[in-house]
């Protein structure tokens, strides 16, 4: 029997073969896709190594499977909506690679791996046009989710959960003596570190919540609040956890949720959590709408009658998009050569006039692999308080040696010595006002203040973010990447202003012997 097509789409055929032009076509937009990885693939192993050695971002490898099998799903949308290059998606993907760039100077990793992961929602923009790369937003979108980002969330957390799980141990009638983030029950000592902290939960629960919104409902309101659900439920969560464990621990004489098994707990409670919000969740479930292929043929958006694009314009878009991508790593390499500093780091002539005296305590700065240190404990000849100065120089920075980096730190979590405080300060260093960062560290020995500053390009700061933009402005004038972090302590016993006073009295004095040395060191 042969039945007549509807009026208007007279020869449409879902299930046709591609045409050599879709074929064409397809071939030049996974060109244009998998440009970025290969122009990009020092961005792309970094994301790749992070994933490696961090549990709590081991859940990238799942992101573009996911991504790629929400794409499937849609698939309909390829037949509905022709591909039609966007040339303004072009201004958006330059912004990108200048951003990567700009990142790539000051070594910000983190800003480098989202630069490259925005670039394949613009390249797909680019090279499918406003209406198909819409309909695939929230898959490509969520590549984004691969960035291991989160690290900066580590301390707010850690702080918040110590103020929590105080509170609620107090709140049940148990004494608890504080300091910092450590505290002491009648059963034994606490310390909130950063596996405590609960990233790792924050983390997989928004990218849980973000999928299962996506996929659950189709309201954009019922997606939005789901996702800010799945941000403060793991919050409220951990310090619901660190109260139990806390709790078991001193009911059971310190028996039990002491060790490894009190993770175990944690994300056996976090797993409950979840599954009782998704579980809540679905109560507001929306049915999915029809697939395009099972929507009324009178109903779809057709191929027919639409002028297709031609393979010259989708290869000019694929090139065009090849050569801007190539062009900030291009410029990065040039620039790395034109930095390279051969020559080793040589820190001499730092403070004199003071005599040198031991050490007053055992505490060393936990900065990685920097290019030299100086390190020595002076007494001002007018006082009795020592001041120890710890200069730490880095020079010719990668991934891994870098002068502002989440893993240099006063002191580890693990260290005898932990930071009970800081706060910022204006000061002056050689005529110049200067705020740097005072914190207040304990441990054997005693407690004792440190000041911290960064040099950068003959630039003081204590800001890490003032300090990567100097970076990235001296390497793009050409001036090299050095830079130098300055640590003053002195002890502090009844009263902090006397340590102060210390550590103003040798600022004054040496504070420009100090410049001249960092800046000595740069130019040699």
């Known amino acids: 029997m042969h039945v007549t097509p509807p009026s208007g789409i007279a020869g449409a055929n879902l299930d046709a073969a591609p045409t050599p032009l879709a074929r064409s076509s397809a071939m030049l937009i996974a060109l244009a896709l998998l440009a970025p990885f290969f122009l990009y693939l020092g961005t792309a192993e970094s994301l790749v190594a992070i994933w490696n050695s961090s549990e709590t971002f081991a859940h990238g490898y799942a992101i573009l499977p996911i991504s790629l099998w929400l794409i499937w799903r849609r698939r309909d949308v390829f037949d509905a909506i022709p591909a039609r290059p966007w040339a303004p998606a072009l201004l958006l993907l330059a912004l990108l690679g200048a951003g990567w760039l700009l990142a790539r100077m000051g070594e910000v990793q983190v800003v480098m791996q989202y630069a490259f992961v925005a670039m394949f929602p613009i390249v797909a923009l680019a090279m499918l046009g406003p209406r198909l790369a819409g309909a695939l937003a929230f898959p490509l979108l969520f590549l984004l989710l691969a960035v291991p980002f989160g690290e900066v969330f580590v301390a707010p ?89 806390v709790m078991i621990g001193h009911l059971s004489g310190m028996e039990l949720a002491t060790g490894v098994d009190h993770l175990i707990y944690g994300w056996v409670f976090f797993g409950l959590v979840m599954l009782l919000m998704f579980w809540i969740g679905s109560f507001w479930r929306d049915d999915d709408p029809l697939p395009a292929a099972e929507l009324p043929v009178a109903a779809r958006t057709r191929r027919d009658g639409v002028s297709p694009v031609s393979t010259a314009r989708m290869a000019a878009m694929c090139a065009a998009v090849v050569a801007l991508a190539a062009l900030w790593p291009g410029f990065a390499r040039y620039n790395d050569a034109a930095n390279l500093n051969p020559q080793q780091v040589a820190l001499t002539n730092v403070a004199v006039g003071w005599p040198q005296v031991a050490p007053f305590t055992g505490w060393t700065p936990r900065w990685v692999a920097p290019d030299a240190t100086y390190r020595a404990t002076f007494r001002n000849p007018e006082a009795t308080a020592p001041v120890s100065l710890d200069i730490i120089y880095y020079r010719n920075q990668r991934n891994g040696k870098a002068l502002i980096s989440s893993i240099n730190m006063l002191a580890a979590s693990d260290d005898a010595w932990h930071a009970l405080g800081g706060s910022a300060r204006s000061e002056t260093i050689d005529g110049k006002p200067v705020t740097l960062r005072e914190t207040r560290m304990t441990g054997p020995g005693g407690a004792f203040l440190v000041w911290q500053w960064m040099s950068i390009d003959g630039h003081l700061t204590s800001n890490n973010y003032v300090g990567k933009l100097l970076q990235a402005q001296a390497k793009l004038r050409f001036r090299g990447d050095d830079g130098a972090v300055v640590l003053l302590s002195a002890p502090v016993g009844d009263d902090p202003e006397a340590a102060r006073a210390a550590l103003r009295a040798f600022m004054k004095v040496q504070g420009q012997a100090i410049e001249r040395a960092i800046e000595h060191a740069r130019t040699h």
């Open 157 to 245: 957390l850690i702080n918040l959960t110590a103020d929590f799980t105080v509170w609620a141990v107090q709140a049940t009638g148990i004494p608890v003596l504080r300091n910092g983030t450590r505290f002491e029950l009648p059963t034994g000592s606490w310390s909130v570190v950063e596996a405590c902290s609960g990233v790792r939960y924050l983390i997989s629960s928004v990218t849980l919540g973000c999928l299962y919104a996506y996929l659950t409902y189709q309201s954009t309101k019922k997606r939005v609040l789901f996702v800010a659900v799945s941000i403060v439920v793991p919050i409220i969560a951990n310090g619901l956890r660190a109260y139990m464990i």
